[in-house]
């Protein structure tokens, strides 16, 4: 099963990934990423590898 992992010590809060598909990704008021949902499935491993590229400091990753 692949799964969305997330760098916090490189996240910057941006809020790119969550403006791409806000039921895996949320940005609280506190400027702290939260994911929602940690599994990459059919429907939406497209908008999450989308996520992952325009990620501007790379801190998202897919593991397998």
Same mark, same amino acid.
Do not use: W, Y
């Given at each position: $099963?692949?799964? %969305?992992?997330? *760098?916090?010590?490189?996240? =910057?809060?941006?809020?790119?990934?969550?403006?791409?598909?806000?039921?895996?990704?949320?940005l609280?008021?506190?400027? $702290?990423?939260? %994911?929602?949902? *940690?599994?990459?499935?059919? =429907?939406?491993?497209?908008?999450?590898?989308?996520?992952?590229?325009?990620?501007?400091?790379?801190?998202i990753?897919?593991?397998?």
């Amino acid at each position: $099963m692949k799964k %969305v992992e997330v *760098d916090f010590g490189l996240c =910057e809060s941006n809020g790119v990934c969550m403006g791409i598909i806000p039921e895996v990704f949320h940005l609280g008021d506190d400027d $702290m990423l939260t %994911v929602l949902q *940690d599994e990459v499935t059919p =429907e939406n491993e497209e908008q999450i590898r989308d996520a992952v590229r325009q990620c501007p400091r790379q801190a998202i990753s897919i593991k397998e």
